[in-house]
């Protein structure tokens, strides 16, 4: 046991050394990498103070922040080691990273702990440990967030096969974690998929072990009976989010224009129209291909050690087994349905299942799912290989010549490419000399195997990681500094001095609310920039407008000028009041600068803002962030009503003398669902601690 | 029977009949077509890193270089038709790391590709002449001058592997004057092969004929004709030709120095030897006029 925790932690602390220079903040992240970092800092940051932000003021002058919170997983109990890294003084900038390292490596030792049930063998189950820990995977920690749903995959995966086998309670907490935190995530679907895959799968091939697994089920419900009802709720109640998000997403509230490629609307915000999915998992393997010169290696190109194919290959002749079958053809069925050309399958899907419209990154599936699979499929064809007992010594000489043909195999493809790193053909020298005694019957468990074995495996991703940290990014000081400019980098990007600016010469937004998309596409950045650089304005007068039928050009004219009149909607439920009692108002609107002594913000946060504001008769005030149905605001203590001010933001009625003006967004019920569900997850995570013993 | 039992109980025909299967329904035109177009694009490397490079010795990129590799591979591999070219990029880059067998390879196919493409003849002379075999760099030499001019301009400004590079930002290489320069290089190559192959009946035509291309450099030319006359016996002529390439260039050495030898010759001692001292200084002072052009290296336009 010591022998192996030895070698597990040593090849993390590898893995630490090669990628030191992300872990330490002096290169940088990059892609969606960047886009993580700010949002979890915002989420984190948030939380510490006792916060769940459900909006986020900054994302282009406010957005709902719930789509935010579905991909980074927010019941994620994990995200507390970045808290706890914070308070032992690590800037966030080395928290994040080393968080991140800490979670990736936790989930190899789940891929150990997994392989090691499935194969009883910890010469294998730790191979399988160093060739996904030094597979590509652990490079997408720092240009995408490929982990926050591969490693608890894995461990859900590992928890399964755990409880199924062995009825615990810390596994049982840790199927019920691994899958709320999933659940939680951004497209869920994505697991469920693999998920139901696995399922149909292990029904089919181990149809005679069900009903045996089904009576240990229910013998730990019987003897868990509250235990097992309240945990699983609580996991069913993880959905709800995701429910409601989906349910806003179709409101409209929120956009996605980039995702749809400028398409514009295709009923929900979040269902991708086909043609966006040009880039599939045949593509990703493709340009993956295309990287054989390790030299030139990348982040986001598929990577697995070498070593791992010369297993594959040898494990060729071996038997057909149940398990095999399973894992192949999980895998197998999975890609062909992710495969938007050429296939059929996936546009019978498409066609026939509601959730693959939420899909454009089918090749997710590729870093998710199917590298862990493949790298297990492996594991498989070394168990499979070694269960080829050689009767005679005459087999036992053609056991031998196969494993010197493969090898010789393997060396001539590589050399026919001219362009492999040495470690490449070092690689292959070393594996020849291991399989060679592994054949004779050499190989036994003991601490120069393991370290043979590491050196084999990690020889050849040691130096393509080389090459990686040798071009990647520095870290640039400016980069993912979550401030309040952060909200108008976009804007300060492409601002140009020009009114004229066609709303097609933008940059499509990632993600907004639809009212800020709407007067962003419609005007140009100069007003819009102008306009925004008071978050509060005081107006005497009021112009009730159609929703549908906005004038633009008077609308820029208004951001630009300034005068002292904002416009609203027209809206039935309401009597309009549109002038001030001001006998005598000024002809530009109010702007409220820091130095304004009648105006004080009082507090502020993520979903919240409270002002003190005197004006000598009744004002309308507007705030400029977005408006949202979902914000609600009080004046004095009373609910009043909000508008929806200058196309885009906020506004209020104030009466004349001092007021507590107080924004607020969403309802109660929000604040304690996702509350329940973050310290329900703590709970689980509690469990899996208490009952540690059974891991162990 | 018992093998073929052993046979479909083993992993590889379980795989084999799968992807057989998948093969039947499969779609392979529609899948290439997707995949090369979409992989192709997002695989271009930073290419206008070249543009700087082409005449430039003094810095290099590996990692850029082996990406212009791995590039231009998959162009070969996929783009048939962009073969001569892709292979003339590989060449280059091959030649840039130092791995001149690859280069050498790289420039064969190119040429294989296309055999009325100029530049893998001229790269190829070129190495020949460096590794002192001179009949094949006069073999390479003569094949480069005997392409079409026009129709290498045409494939220099509408291939994608070139525009990709010269319509890059920053871009100021004059693509048909770097074909011109070469062009004249190739002369000046296969006339020194010429010479130091003593062929000098050979060489005299060349000279003459490259005389007709009106290059920069016809001072060159006449001396190379002024130096075969000289070695041929026919001392007059040579002498003639010679001063018409000092004309051209007064600081020729070259034709100073056999201007001085037909003086010798011509039994003129003094004036010879002023003008050996005039060669033998100006040489010191700004070396040879044949040097810039003998010196130069690989290209890829």
Partial sequence: MNLVVFWIIFAFIIWISVFFGFLSAQLAFSSDAGSYFDHIKFFIENLAKGVFPLWDPYWYFGSPNDFFLRRIGAFNPFYSIISILEFFKFPFKIAYPWFLALYYWGGMIAFYLLAKRIYNNRLIAYSGYLMLLFSALGTRLFDSYMMLVTVPLIWFFYFLIAFSQTMGKSYFFGMCLSFMILAGTYIPFYFLICFFIFLVFYLVFYFKEIPEIFRRFFSFFKANKILVVLSLGLVLFSFVPLVTFFHDSAQGNIVLPERHGGIGAVGNTLIVPHQTLNWGAVEDLVFSAFFSDLRTYKLAIVYVPFCAFIILALGLIARVSRRALLMFLCGFVLFCSIVPYGLSLYDFLYKHIFFLKYFRNLHFFLWFFLIPLFVLLVLEHWKAFCDIKPLTPMHKNVILTYVVLIHALAFLFVWSRADAIPSTYLMMFLSLVFWVLMVLGKIKENAWVFAFLTLIILIQPLEVFHYLCLRAQHYNKNFSQYNFSYSTLKLKDSEVPAVSILPSDKMELYYASSNYNLVYHNMSNYALAKYLQYKFILVDHLEAIERNQVDFSQMERLYIENPNKAYIFQDKAVELITESKDPNPPRSAQRISHEDLNFKVLSFNANRLKVSVVVPYAKFLIYNDVYDPSWHVSVNGHPSHLYQANVAFKGVWIPAGKSIVEFHYGHFGQYAMNFILLIGAFAFLFGIIRYSYEIL | ?301
């Fill in chain 2, 1 to 301: 029977m018992k093998f073929f039992k052993w046979i479909i109980t083993r992993l590889i025909f379980t795989y084999l009949v799968c992807f057989l299967v998948t093969w039947h329904f499969l779609d392979y035109r529609k899948a290439k077509e997707n995949a090369i177009g979409e992989t192709m694009s997002r695989f271009v490397p930073g290419i206008a890193y070249f543009n700087d490079f082409v005449d430039r010795h003094d810095h290099f990129d590996e990692f850029k270089l082996h990406q212009c590799i791995a590039y231009h591979r998959r162009v070969v591999e996929y783009f048939s038709f962009q073969k001569s070219e892709a292979y003339q990029m590989m060449g280059f880059c091959y030649d840039r790391l130092g791995n001149l067998p690859r280069a050498i390879m790289s420039y064969q196919a190119a040429r294989e590709a296309n055999p009325v493409y100029f530049w893998p003849y001229y790269n190829l002379g070129i190495y020949a002449y460096k590794r002192k075999d001179y009949s094949q760099a006069v073999d390479f030499f003569q094949e480069s001058l005997q392409t079409d001019i026009k129709m290498n301009m045409v494939l220099l400004l509408h291939s994608k592997v070139f525009t990709d590079v010269r319509l890059s930002d920053g871009s100021s290489y004059n693509v048909v004057q770097g074909m011109l320069n070469a062009r004249e290089n190739s002369y000046i190559f296969l006339m020194e092969s010429l010479f130091k192959l003593k062929k000098y009946d050979q060489l005299f035509k060349v000279a003459l004929l490259g005389l007709k291309e009106n290059s920069e450099s016809q001072d060159i030319f006449y001396s190379y004709a002024g130096k075969a006359a000289f070695h041929q016996g026919s001392y007059e002529q040579a002498l003639a030709l010679l001063q018409l390439a000092l004309q051209k260039n007064p600081q020729n050495t070259d034709a100073l120095l056999y201007t001085g030898l037909c003086f010798q010759a011509a039994g003129k001692e003094p004036q010879a030897q002023n003008l050996f001292a005039m060669a033998k200084q100006i040489y010191q002072q700004q070396g040879s006029a044949l040097e810039k052009h003998l010196n130069s290296t690989i290209r890829f336009f």
